[in-house]
């Protein structure tokens, strides 16, 4: 898993890997997404109402499909930038939006 930090900006917080790996070894299907590992707390992620087990599937409307996407998108965030997200816990869709 890796962590989604850029220079200028906090750390995202979260450890992400690519959901489908994950959804795949877990048997419950394959699903395309950024699966949220760990969670520091207090971090943009945490603030954003992210939890361990989270998969995000769209940021600031820009579908994400894996956690390459996912860096892509926070990569050109810049400190103070606010965001919006639609992620799946426990197969219900959600939102939550945080700032950097």
């Known amino acids: 898993m890796s962590q989604a930090k ?3 900006r906090p750390s995202f917080g979260a450890s992400i890997a690519d959901a489908s790996t ?6 419950t ?3 395309l997404g950024a699966y949220i590992g760990r969670v520091r ?10 939890a361990p087990g ?4 769209e940021v600031n409307m820009q579908r994400i499909a894996n ?3 996912l ?5 050109g965030l810049n400190s103070g930038s606010r ?8 197969n219900k869709t959600m939102t939550g939006e945080g700032t950097f």
């Open 6 to 8: 850029s220079a200028g």
């Open 22 to 27: 994950i959804t795949a070894k877990q048997g």
């Open 29 to 31: 299907g394959t699903i």
């Open 41 to 50: 707390p207090g971090s943009v992620a945490g603030q954003a109402g992210l």
């Open 54 to 57: 989270d998969i995000i599937i």
């Open 67 to 69: 956690a390459g996407d």
């Open 71 to 75: 860096e892509r998108v926070l990569t």
């Open 83 to 90: 965001f919006s997200l639609v992620y799946l816990r426990s």
